[in-house]
């Protein structure tokens, strides 16, 4: 005896069916925005090192969750990876000065006070950097506006521009591309590096501005602009998945703050 298996509904006509997303990539965008805002909000209430510490420590062991690739987080938060020394070099040496002084240059000194305020700064960062990042690499923008349009109710000018803006950044890597050919083929990508790096910049900028131009003529021309209520073609539905993402994200500040505050080194 055998049994017939249906086929899942393909999603359209002679397309294959749309594999819906599981776990925490199934959750609206919108719920990760919301919980990101609150754990930050928790964060910056005190600089002490062992809030951004807890919170950093439980961020990491969460963070295999998400079923992100090492080097695509790393090259992702890499920005936030090279801010971090940067900020606490400047903050160990401009910081508020109290305790022992190691050493005085005159325009900046290092004291004991200043390297424990650029070491919870550098904590914080991290705590609040990397999840912002590594939650939003396997985002679709458009889900992401389709949630601040319906869930946030943010204006639809505003949401469809940052949206249409989002989509054509991809375009700037692949115009500079462009451009350097060009350049070569006229013979003018050979000497001077910085001249031409300050040549080719500007001659992006003209092309974005272009493109914006005919983009926002074309928008308009569509009635993304017009006045009333806008429709929109995918719901964006905000659930348990999404309160407990928020939950989660704003519990991990508040654990952080609770273990600050038994351990006495909250300082608001």
């Known amino acids: 005896m055998t049994t017939r298996t249906t086929p899942a509904a393909p999603s359209w006509r002679g397309e294959p069916p749309v594999r819906r997303a599981r776990g925490v990539h199934a959750v609206q965008p919108v719920a990760m925005l919301l919980g990101v805002l609150g754990l930050g909000v928790c964060l910056v209430l005190s600089l002490d090192v062992v809030s951004a510490a807890v919170a950093l420590v439980i961020e990491l062991a969460l963070l295999p969750l998400l079923r992100i690739p090492v080097r695509t987080l790393l090259l992702r938060t890499s920005p936030v990876l090279l801010a971090v020394p940067l900020t606490g070099l400047s903050i160990a040496l401009y910081g508020r000065a109290s305790g022992r002084e190691w050493f005085d240059l005159g325009f900046a000194h290092v004291t004991d006070g200043s390297l424990a305020l650029a070491l919870a700064t550098m904590l914080r960062v991290l705590a609040v950097g990397i999840p912002s990042v590594a939650l939003f690499i396997r985002v679709d923008p458009t889900d992401l506006a389709d949630g601040m349009g ?64 005919t983009l926002a003529v074309a928008m308009e021309s569509r009635g993304f602009g017009a006045p009333g209520t806008r429709t929109w073609a995918r719901p964006a539905r905000f659930g348990g998945r999404e309160w407990a993402t928020v939950a989660v994200l704003v519990g991990i500040g508040l654990v952080s703050i609770a273990v600050a505050v038994a351990a006495g080194t909250w300082r608001a």
Not at 167 to 196: F, N
Request: glycine share 10%.
């Open 150 to 213: 319906q869930v946030l109710r943010l204006p639809a000018r505003f949401v469809l521009g940052a949206l249409a803006a989002i989509r054509m950044m991809t375009l700037l890597g692949e115009d500079w591309r462009q451009l350097g050919m060009a350049r070569r083929a006229r013979g003018l990508a050979d000497t001077g590096r910085l001249r031409r790096g300050a040549s080719m910049a500007f001659a992006l900028l003209v092309v974005a501005l272009r493109r914006a131009t």
